[in-house]
């Protein structure tokens, strides 16, 4: 395998963006395949997936290079080297590699295997606390798994198209998928590529969402003509989803307390063909109030650590602090409190996370159902990275009694 000067220069450009400028990941691999409209589909998939590869191995390079951070290109040279070498390519005689010790870096990397947040690449704080809450073996197999590269998933959006008629569609436009079983509307892309770019995507028969995501709508077991509140709806993705499955009838009022958030949401909704969704920012504690017990469903899809999406934001291991899972544990349970009281009588309420986290999952619900003796818990499900193969999730769901 050779190494091709400009590909590699843009990993290296992409990654002092990543760690000097505090850039998001994905952001940064979507601007580094746009840097050269040459580059063919090997190209694009070496530049994506050696971005997300330096990210996810950083503490692993740092310790093998000897380097403490990224942020001198040298530095960034030296985990690039090692990724290369790790990866068996052959290096190519530039001036970045004069001197690099192969033979050491694969004893190194053998000699680390020992210690987990080295072999795993994760902040001692993230080991204790998911040891603490998970137990050593079971988090063991989770952060194994959630290592491994994303996959990339669609979901059927079923207002306008079938999954067999899109997955053909795709298939015309050199995109081949698969079907996965226990997911109705999934597709799964047999190779990466840039699917925002198809004539279908314009058309809007599909959006990108993570095979676990696509439970979570389902889950809420809504109906033609129902009112639901989707409480946390971000950009959306779940919010259409709540929309084809209602199959456009009824009322969607989706809300966020960022209103950027929510144009992104209405820009979604148009290619959807999705008629039932209307917005609503939170910017006072009277839009809550006003909708108290109007709801038939109630969505509660919460912020939380995002530890269940390492695969997909592998740059979270290193963002993410110790003490914002603590606050945003305080926000869940005053979240979980507020916004199911939107639900009336009769009504139902599903609390979600991408955690695999007790204290933001079960614990969370548990604590709800105590002090709120008038709901009651109908199921919940843990979706496991290990045991799927894809993103970490918790939904519950509650039913309003009296
Ligand atoms: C997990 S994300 C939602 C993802 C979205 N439902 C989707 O499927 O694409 C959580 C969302 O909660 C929003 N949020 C944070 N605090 C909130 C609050 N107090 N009230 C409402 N939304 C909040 C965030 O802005 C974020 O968009």
Redo the contacts with the bound molecule.
Sequence with gaps: MRLHRNLVFTVIDSMKLIFNEQEYADKVVQKALKKDARWGARDRKFVAETIYEMVRWKRLYNEIAGTKSHYSTENVWKNFSVYAVLKGYKLPDWPQFVGVPERRYKGKFDELQKTRVFKESIPDWMDELAIKELGEKHWSKEIEALNKPAEVLLRTNTLRTNKAALRKKLSDEGIETVFIDGYPDALKLVERANVFKTKCFKDGLFEVQDAS?QLVAAFLDVKPGMRVI?????????TLHLSALMENKGQIIA????ES?LKKLKIRTRRAGAHNITTKP?DSSKVIKKMKATADRVLI????SGIGVLKRNPDSKWKLQPEFVENIIK?QAE?LQSYSQLVKVGGKVVYAT?SILPSENENQVKKFLKENPNFEIIKDKKVSPFKTGYDGFYMALLERKS
């Design positions: 995501s989707d409480t946390c709806a971000g950009a959306g993705g779940k809300t966020d307390i960022y958030k939170i899809d919460a912020p939380c926000t979240i991408c």
